[in-house]
């Protein structure tokens, strides 16, 4: 069965940095495209940024600029790299593969 497991979110200043990690087992990890999206308190869950088999990547308005989403196929770990962090990027942040979400994990940006 296909597992996720989200990690690397914690509490960060405005404008700092954080990288978050989701690894993926049960499934041909490769193959498949990933994609991060994220759920704030009150608020529906939104789409933040994709990566292809190959590579290509597309983001949400509001993660353009300042989120880099990348893989590593051979660890079968997808990443985002999220800089100049703002107070409106307070979510708990989700992978997403073939419709298999992972428990998440949180984000708390606030000085």
């Known amino acids: 069965q296909v597992q996720l497991v989200e990690s690397g979110g914690g509490l960060e200043q405005p404008g700092g940095s954080l990288r978050l990690s989701c690894a993926a087992s049960g499934v041909i990890f490769s193959i498949y495209r990933m994609h991060w999206y994220r759920q704030a308190p009150g608020n529906q869950r939104e789409w933040v940024a994709t990566?292809?088999?190959?590579?290509?990547?597309v983001y949400a308005d509001s993660a353009k600029g300042r989120f880099t989403i990348s893989r590593d196929n051979a660890k079968n770990t997808v990443y985002l790299q999220m800089n100049s962090l703002k107070p409106e990027d307070t979510a708990v942040y989700y992978c997403n593969i073939l419709g298999h979400w992972g428990k998440g994990t949180l984000v708390t940006v606030s000085s």
């Open positions: 990566i292809t088999k190959g590579g290509s990547t």
